[in-house]
């Protein structure tokens, strides 16, 4: 069950991450879509998610978060 959980808040992760660089885009563009900047994201964003879990993990984020969230 914990890896479950487990999953569910590494894809949250994942999503905020995703967010928070996308708004962060828009702001910087005063919230005007240009597509080859998103696309530019889009291409970076592997590197980016990789870059965030690793150091997550070895700061030992995932090993507190469990007193603080509960699913149930």
Do not use: R
């Amino acid at each position: 069950m914990k890896s479950y959980k487990s999953f569910i808040v590494l894809c949250l992760d994942i999503f905020v991450i995703f967010v928070g660089f996308t708004m962060a885009l828009f702001l910087k563009d005063e919230f005007v879509f240009y597509p080859e900047d998103f696309l530019s994201l889009l291409k970076k964003f592997p590197f980016i998610i990789f870059t965030y879990l690793i150091l997550f993990y070895f700061l030992g984020m995932y090993k507190s978060v469990w007193k603080y969230v509960s699913f149930e």
